[in-house]
């Protein structure tokens, strides 16, 4: 059973870098065609794709949040981590960590097979 689990902050203040980690137990993020996604709610609305890193390695991000996203891993670990900069309040959502095993990118929430619980971030000076 593949498990995730999200850390981090749960307050950042404006302009700063928001750091969180998934922590997978259960299987290997290096396995072949799995994608490990990061994932947020804000308050009140849907559910929108930042970004994944490839079992390759490779990483992929939302065209929106790109150029304030870094996605990397640490396969020592089988961690893998999101970093978002320039933090406003409107980056305050529920940020999720799952395994995308249908290569979706967003697209469709139906291949992420695996999710963790989720951990609220709030920006806010």
């Known amino acids: 059973q593949v498990q995730l689990q999200e850390s981090g902050p749960g307050l950042v203040k404006p302009s700063q870098t928001l750091s969180l980690t998934c922590t997978v137990s259960?299987?290997?993020?290096?396995?072949?065609?799995?994608?490990w996604s990061w994932i947020r709610q804000p308050p009140g609305k849907g559910l929108e794709w930042m970004g994944a890193?490839?079992?390759?390695?490779?990483?992929y991000y939302s065209p929106s949040l790109k150029s304030r996203t870094s996605i990397s891993r640490d396969t020592s670990k089988n961690q893998f981590t999101l970093q978002l900069s320039s933090v406003t309040p409107e980056d305050t959502a529920v940020y999720y960590c799952?395994?995308?095993?249908?290569?979706?990118?967003?697209?469709?929430?139906?291949?992420?097979?695996?999710w963790g619980q989720g951990t609220q971030v709030t920006v806010s000076s």
């Open positions: 799952a395994r995308d095993s249908d290569n979706s990118m967003g697209s469709s929430w139906l291949g992420y097979d695996y």
């Open positions: 259960g299987g290997s993020i290096t396995t072949n065609y799995y994608y």
């Open positions: 890193i490839a079992y390759s390695g490779s990483t």
